[in-house]
Structure formats: C-alpha cells, structure tokens
C-alpha cells in the first residue's frame, strides 16, 4: 500500500539522549515536512525538504535536525538541546503536482521520562 | 496578529444539523486552503481542498472560501456522531506545489445524539 510510514509509534526518551524519528514515504512525493503539535496549539513546522539533499528550517528548528539523502526518506532527530521535546510528531509528504495537497503519516509520540 | 485564526471550541451540534466552521488567514497572497479532520490521538486527514472564490461541494462537506474578505469556512451538513472531531484549517500562499502549510489550532466539534 502506498503512504507515509513513521516509527516508531511510541518513543521514550531520557534527558540530555538525542533520539532518531523514523519517516518513509512510498508515493513518489518531492517534498517531505516535518511538524510538530502541542495540545491547543495546532501544527507548527518544523523542517521541510522539496528535493533531495536540501532542506530548510521551519517555525521551530531549534533543537532538531534531518537530512535527505534519499527521496523516499526524512528521518528527524531529536537533540538534547531540544528543551520541551515531548510532544505528537509528524511527518507529511506532498507531490508538487498534486496542488499544495500535504498528506501525514501517522505520527509519533515522544515523551521524556 | 496569528496567521491563521480558528475559533477554538467546542463547537455543539445536534445530530443532523449543519455545523459551520469558519477559519480566517492574515496573509492575503495565499492561494490554497485545505480541511483536514483531526480524531484524538491520531493524524490529520485531508476533507477538503480550495482554490478559487466560492463553493466547492464533497459529499456532506461544501468549503466557502472569500479571498476578498480573507475567510474559509467549511460546512457539514447532517452532522453524525463521527464527525465529532477537531477541524484543521490550513492555508499555503504559493500555487504550484511543496511549499509549506501554515495551520490554525483547529476547533473542536461535537455532535450531540
């Protein structure tokens, strides 16, 4: 089936760890994003890449980085200097054809213990 | 000023009735706006996308979309208990693909048996 597989689903991490999210896309999409959602706070962007090897900050960077070495993948991770990290995040593609159309994987739930 | 302004909520609703959800945006360039349907604890889902002043009709779902007074709004008519959910309005300024989406914080609706 095709979509957008984030993992893993459930994450816990310990203070001052860095940790890896996990984002592959099977739908062929150039641009790959990165959001991050706090309750009561909507989505707030991240990162986002529209091709490979590039890739721009979004509204809250700081504390966060990715690379895209391949098209069908935008892994992000979490650095310690990432004060609050514990939050919903998700990754979303969309094909520059498709008319701005973003789709999400399912998410990833971190939590700092 | 936010970018993108939603009425928080919750918004109730009986059964088979029309529930209205209305989304303002600061940024008079943009050019495409999207619905996405968000259940708790999962990720946001496109309903809707709108390009061009006016209707445009999905089903139960019509969006409005008055770039003049820099307003969408979505309509659901017959409302269910499954469409009790937290709306996403999202607005991106550039047609033509991969460029990032700008959200507001969602409303919240319940529809009431």
């Known amino acids: 089936d095709g979509g957008i597989t984030q993992s893993p689903k459930y994450l816990f991490r310990k203070e001052g760890q860095n940790v890896t999210l996990s984002c592959e896309q099977n739908l062929n999409h150039d641009a790959m994003y990165w959001y991050r959602q706090d309750p009561g706070q909507g989505l707030r962007l991240i990162y986002y890449s529209q091709i490979v090897n590039d890739f721009q900050k979004g509204d809250i960077a700081e504390g966060y980085s990715v690379s895209r070495e391949k098209k069908e993948s935008f892994p992000l991770t979490v650095t310690s200097a990432q004060k609050n990290p514990t939050a919903f995040y998700l990754c979303?593609?969309?094909?520059?054809?498709?008319?701005?159309?973003?789709?999400f994987g399912e998410g990833s739930w971190l939590t700092v213990v | 000023q936010k970018e993108v302004e939603q009425n928080s909520g919750p918004l109730s609703v009986p059964e088979g009735a029309i529930a209205s959800l209305n989304c303002t945006y600061s940024?008079?360039?943009?050019?495409?706006f999207f619905w996405y349907r968000q259940y708790s604890g999962k990720s946001p889902e496109l309903i809707m996308s709108i390009y061009s002043n006016g209707d445009k009709e999905d089903g139960r779902f019509t969006a409005q979309l008055n770039k003049a007074s820099q307003y969408v709004s979505l309509l659901i008519r017959d409302s269910q208990p499954s469409d009790s959910a937290t709306y996403l309005c999202a607005v991106n300024p550039v047609t033509g693909g991969g460029n990032k989406l700008t959200f507001g914080t969602g409303t919240q609706l319940k529809v009431e048996l």
């Open positions: 940024d008079r360039v943009s050019q495409s």
């Open positions: 979303a593609s969309a094909d520059k054809y498709g008319g701005n159309t973003i789709y």
